[in-house]
């Protein structure tokens, strides 16, 4: 794994950002962190719709947070390592490699008013060099986002919106509506819609050697989602999820190197653990 | 298969674990006829059950709260009657939820020790408040699911029974004459039926209680049983050569749970307030002015009070907690939170306690005022010619010996799961996929819809898993049943909560088998919540309908007939009095408690007393509510108290003088945090109600290592209601 370089404006940007986001609270006191952990195994690693890997994926995650209230200010990382993958898999570290393929650093400001939930970030992602028939550092970008939750009793509307500031200069949105379902008088179960928007993370006529995610922009793909999330103790949580998705962009309809499909599925499901410490029970 | 071998495999090992626990069977001693004079002895005695911040509250089972601190005490208050042949008979009432029988044998353990009283001697009695502490059932189920806190503690076990015997000896040591006498009276408007369903059920001649016309109440008002049953006691007065008021053993029918399930303090609920009011009122007859318990000693235990609830608001009431997104930090790839259980905001937690606390010290009060009436009523008809009686009997529910009609093993129903009305839990509602009833609610689907073995109507909880999750002696497989008489009352003893209309079975049966007998008894009354604890006995019109009560009665729905036969037998034993006529079956039982732990802080409980400076804090108006904190011991070391703890002063043209002290209801006490070797920081609130003008201070009670501290002087609050349980203190 490779340190998160600061040769790009960017990325010391991102750590100014992380800066004065942890010193706007400076009093970090007993009760207000929360470190977190988890990890995902996914049979495929499918990103805003489309397959980044069509081999199984592990994918961890570590984060530390200062709560103050109902907000918090996260800083973290996630990586994606990709098990070994055939002569015809889409891959982001090349075929017949596996390994790591992708790094993400972010730093997230978050904050809850009754049945909204608002986060703002900015993160980076990070590809290794020189991937022969991968995702190589040419990659490299960075994107501001911002996500809104409007929690009801039944239904949990989202919005998700990303602007790449640096290699694409273009935004990606995802609306989406969970319904949620009871299952058990403990748990429920979430059935979720998702449609993913290109806005200028496309294909763009002004600037065609400009690196893309998607092929035009408009609606990418939709997709149909079904997960929960358990609670296993008090610190540890299990949450599985399976998608049914309905390609639409050409680039989300690619499921092997040489084939397409306007349908596919995969599953995943993620450990967690989290704690707050120090603070007043 | 696999799949289902390891749920089972799981569940099974989640029933498992309980601990046994041999109970002692102390039998009292055979009475010996008084020497000298034959007449009626009496005496009284209290001591303070509040123990320290730690424990859960019980009876609202996991939706009660850890306790932090109290509001109102916690008493056990006892009475001991003995008659001119010896007979000896000891009632108890104490400030619980429930009465476990592993707290009843080892209390009637220390009474035979120290006053010859036995098992099959002692009547214990709770009052029903929903927040006393729990942990001490010696019940599986009931200890590790009973309350938020799980498991069984020994220390709270040992502590309630030492008190509980503290205060029956302290009866023994003062048995004087005395006169006694009974009304029964009936007290219409105070209490509702919260299963009106299930009460309608019954055939009209088990609905026999009728208001008086010109009563304006409504159905679920009338449906209840209205009668307070009072035995008022005078003593003998050396000093003035006659006989004084002393106090009164009270029955009447009304649940323990006006305040909610959100509070986290101690509190003796609306029996506190019925209590008081008469004491006080004795007190003031033999000329004695209040101060911080009063010398009169007022048992109140509960009736038939099954389905009877206070008519407290509906602003009293909280919503449970909901169930959602936790809320966790994170980034664009952390997956979604686990669901939590999100507890509503403390200012209308705070607004809950705050209508819950207004409608017991308004209400209680005026219950007190009707009990002084009685008390009043019966001065001219006291009697010191009464002989007692009583027959003792230990049933076991399950296995060789049991009645056979009923049900093998102990079951609950899907709506015990989801609470009563007016204190449903977070369970409450539920439906499968939001549209599928599935038994979480209080009509219509919990209602098996093939009833079918012995159980019948009963919606069993988790279906055949059930046994699995409960386990081997996971619920209560025996009970202790009492008949007592005194005079020409007797009274039922049953360790369950018996609903209005099997409490009428229980009477007639207990008349008719007594008269058939030749026992004179002239009125019967059902103490509930004594000796133990099945949870609920309904009639079986009552079960047929699956209400909270019928999915809470363990044994199926016989179990009112069984109750009223076996009682009704014994009443038969009861003979016209004296020694021959006992019997006192207490067999050897054991308890199958739950998880063994720790949750009462013992008297080592932090730093020594030397080693702390006692000292304020802070002291500050949150609203109307004077908001004081100080450091002091630990919790264990400063509650349980053998006397106040804190008293307000009023400044008066003689100085400061007491205002009142820390066991009235508008002062809370509470356990903030631990302050490592400095000592424990706790709190104070004072909502100074109808409080008259001038300067006021607190003051720490002089204790061992520690002399009288005395706070700086303060005008009353003055502002917007702050709510009994604001932010600040959490």
Known sequence: MKALPL?????????????????????????????????????????????????????PDIYVAYRHRNSFVTVGG????????????????????????????????????????????????????????????????????????????????????????????????????????????????????LAGWSAGQAVQEAAPSQPVHFEQDGLTHVDISAWASFRLGRSLSLAPELHVQINEDPATKRTLADDSAGVKTWFEI???????????? | MRHKALLATALFVAGCGYNEIPLSAPVSEPPAPPGGEARLLAGFGRADITPPPGPGLYAYGPEGREARGFRVRLYAKALVLEDLEGERIAFVVADLGVISVALHRSAAQRTLESAGIGADRLVLAATHTHAGPGNFMGVKQFDDHGTSVAGYDTAMVAFLAVRIGDAVRQAVDSLRPARVGFAMVPVWGFTRNRSLGAFRNNPDSLKVYEPPPGLDLDESQRAV???????????????????????????????????????????????????????????????????????????????????????????????????????????????????????????????????????????????????????????????????????????????????????????????????????????????LFGVIPMGFEHEGSTVETKPRGCHAQKRIALGSLQGLVVGKHGLPEMAQLMIVRVGGLALAVAPAEVTVSAGVMIERTVRREARAAGIPVDSVAVISLANGDLRYIVTPDEYAVQDYEGASTLYGPHSATVLARELGEMAALLGSGGPAAAAADVGAVIAYAGKLREVMPGRDAGPPPEDIERRFVSLECAGDTAVASWIDIYPGRLVPADGPLLRVERETSRGWEPHFWDDHSGLEIRALEAKGSRGYLWETRWLPEETPPGSYRMVLEAREGFSALAGGPFEACVGEPAGSSGDSRR
Not at chain 1, 95 to 116: A, C, D, M
Not at chain 2, 228 to 244: E, I, K, P
């Open chain 1, 7 to 59: 040769r790009r404006p960017i990325h010391r940007l991102l750590c100014a950002v992380a800066l004065v986001a942890c010193s706007a609270f400076p009093n970090v006191g007993s009760g207000q962190i929360v470190a977190g952990t988890d990890v995902t195994y996914a049979n495929r690693y499918i990103w805003r719709g489309v397959t980044r890997a069509s081999v199984p994926v592990f994918q």
């Open chain 1, 78 to 193: 996630w990586w994606s390592f990709e098990t070994r993958s055939g002569a015809n898999e889409i891959s982001d570290t090349g075929p017949e490699v596996g390994g790591l393929g992708e790094s993400n650093y972010w730093v997230e400001l978050s904050t809850r008013t009754g049945p909204l939930d608002l986060a703002v970030g900015f993160t980076s992602y990070l590809f290794e060099d020189d991937v022969p028939g991968g995702r190589d550092s040419s990659w490299n970008t960075s994107e501001l986002y911002a996500t809104l939750w409007w929690e009801t009793t039944a239904l949990i509307p989202k919005v998700k919106f990303w602007y790449d500031i640096d290699a694409i200069e273009g935004a990606y949105i995802e609306t989406s509506i969970d319904l949620r379902v009871p299952i058990l008088p403990v748990a429920y179960l979430y059935i979720g819609a």
């Open chain 2, 225 to 431: 049983d209205p009668t307070w049953t009072m035995l008022r006691v005078d003593l003998f007065d050396a000093g003035s050569a006659r006989f004084v008021p002393a106090g009164a053993l009270s029955i009447f029918a009304i649940h323990g749970n006006a305040i909610p399930s959100v509070n986290d303090l101690y509190d003796a609920d609306i029996h506190a307030a019925m209590q008081r009011r008469l004491e006080i009122h004795v007190d003031s007859l033999n000329g004695r002015t209040s101060s911080f318990a009063p010398r009169a000693v007022h048992l109140v235990a509960n009736g038939a009070e099954g389905d009877v609830a206070p008519i407290f608001p509906e602003e009293g009431r909280c919503p449970p907690p909901k169930l959602r997104l936790g809320r966790r930090p994170g980034g664009p790839h952390t997956p979604p939170p686990a669901e939590e259980w999100r507890p509503l905001s403390p200012d209308l937690e705070a607004a809950c306690i705050d209508a819950s606390t207004t409608y017991v010290d308004s209400a209680g009060p005026v219950l007190g005022e009707r009990a002084v009436e009685i008390f009043d009523s019966l001065a001219g008809r006291l009697s010191g010619d009464v002989r007692i009686a009583r027959a003792f009997r230990t049933v076991p529910l399950r296995g060789a010996g049991a009645p056979p009609d009923l049900c093998d093993a102990p079951r609950v129903g899907t709506v015990t799961l989801v609470g009563s009305d007016g204190s449903t839990t977070r369970y409450y509602g539920w439906r």
């Open chain 1, 270 to 281: 993620a450990v967690s653990w989290a704690a707050e410490f120090g603070g007043r029970r």
